[in-house]
């Protein structure tokens, strides 16, 4: 193979599920709790409670009143791990007031996060997550991997990543990616499958492009992984979105491992990465884990 550098193991000690307690967040937290049954994780469910309006008349507030809704979103949290989904997974309650896009950065270094779950309708891609508005900023800037799972994904138990999809932007040093999908397939036993996609490629062209990316791709697979698995090589000629969403399906994959950064302009074609994320999310048939890089 290349001369990739060897394959670190991924560690996934805690692993934050925020939840609106909707059927989308219902539906994310099989793969939570299948993550955290291969990586021995203790899930840190989460409720966020969206800050009070200032009123416009200064009032004596009434502590009843105040404390109904935090009330009652506790009860909702302790509902969701004692319907026996949760069974022997170590878990924790999280519950706190404010705005999203801050909160959950501080829980993310306050709980010394790894992973993030989260689940989606898919509605304009992840700018609509169940979580509201401020769901696409965890998205945006989590610093840990983030596991969205979309509408289009089929029940979560017993799930198993044993097909993985790992597209590659190669002007971009993929490495990093790359070898967070190496560690979860080593982890599971699992298949991996690395793709590039290149637009608008005139035909005539396509045989060199093809040699020259496969290449490029073995390169970054570590020699001694062939110990473990064959790596699966793709060049597509398609947008990156529609690429990885038909080759998903097409190798009927349990999971997608793909690179996001926040504000640099992408290296396949003239696409921004978080459209890209995006859209992927909302279509896939499988959950999409997103790795900053």
């Known amino acids: 193979m290349g001369t990739a550098s060897p394959i670190a193991r991924i560690i996934v000690k805690n692993i934050l599920f925020p939840t609106d307690f909707s059927t989308a967040s219902d539906a994310a937290l099989p793969f939570a709790l299948a993550l955290a049954k291969v990586y021995s994780s203790t899930v840190l469910f989460a409720h966020v409670l969206p800050p009070e309006p200032r009123p416009q008349i200064v009032t004596d507030r009434v502590p009843a009143q105040d404390d109904q809704r935090w009330r009652h979103a506790k009860e909702q949290l302790h509902d969701a791990i004692q319907d026996g989904a949760v069974g022997g997974t170590a878990h924790k309650i999280l519950l ?5 896009a801050d909160v959950i950065p501080q829980l993310i270094r306050s709980e010394d996060v790894d992973m993030i779950v989260l689940g989606t309708h898919g509605r304009r891609g992840v700018s609509k997550m169940v979580l509201g508005s401020g769901a696409e900023e965890i998205y945006r800037s989590a610093s840990c991997p983030v596991l ?19 597209p ?24 991996i499958i690395l793709m590039h996609a290149v637009p608008m490629v005139p035909w005539q062209h396509r045989e060199s492009v093809q040699h020259e990316t496969q290449l490029s791709m073995e390169a970054l697979i570590p020699e001694h992984a062939d110990d473990w698995c064959t790596p699966e090589f793709l060049v597509r000629w398609d947008y990156p979105a529609e690429a ?25 074609s003239a696409h921004r990465p978080w459209p890209i994320a995006s859209e992927v999310v909302g279509r896939a048939s499988c959950p999409v884990l997103t790795v900053r890089v």
Do not use: F
Request: hydrophobic content about 40%; proline content about 7%; some cysteine.
């Open 168 to 191: 590659v932007d190669l002007p971009e040093n993929p490495e990093p990616v790359v070898n967070y999908a190496l560690s979860l397939a080593e982890e599971n036993e699992a298949q």
């Open 148 to 166: 969205t799972v979309g509408p289009n994904v089929l029940n979560g138990k017993d799930w198993i990543p044993r097909r993985i999809l790992c």
């Open 96 to 100: 706190n007031r404010g705005d999203l």
């Open 244 to 268: 990885i969403v038909h080759a998903a399906q097409e190798r009927e994959a349990d999971l997608v491992v793909m690179g996001v950064r926040k504000s640099r302009m992408a290296g396949w």
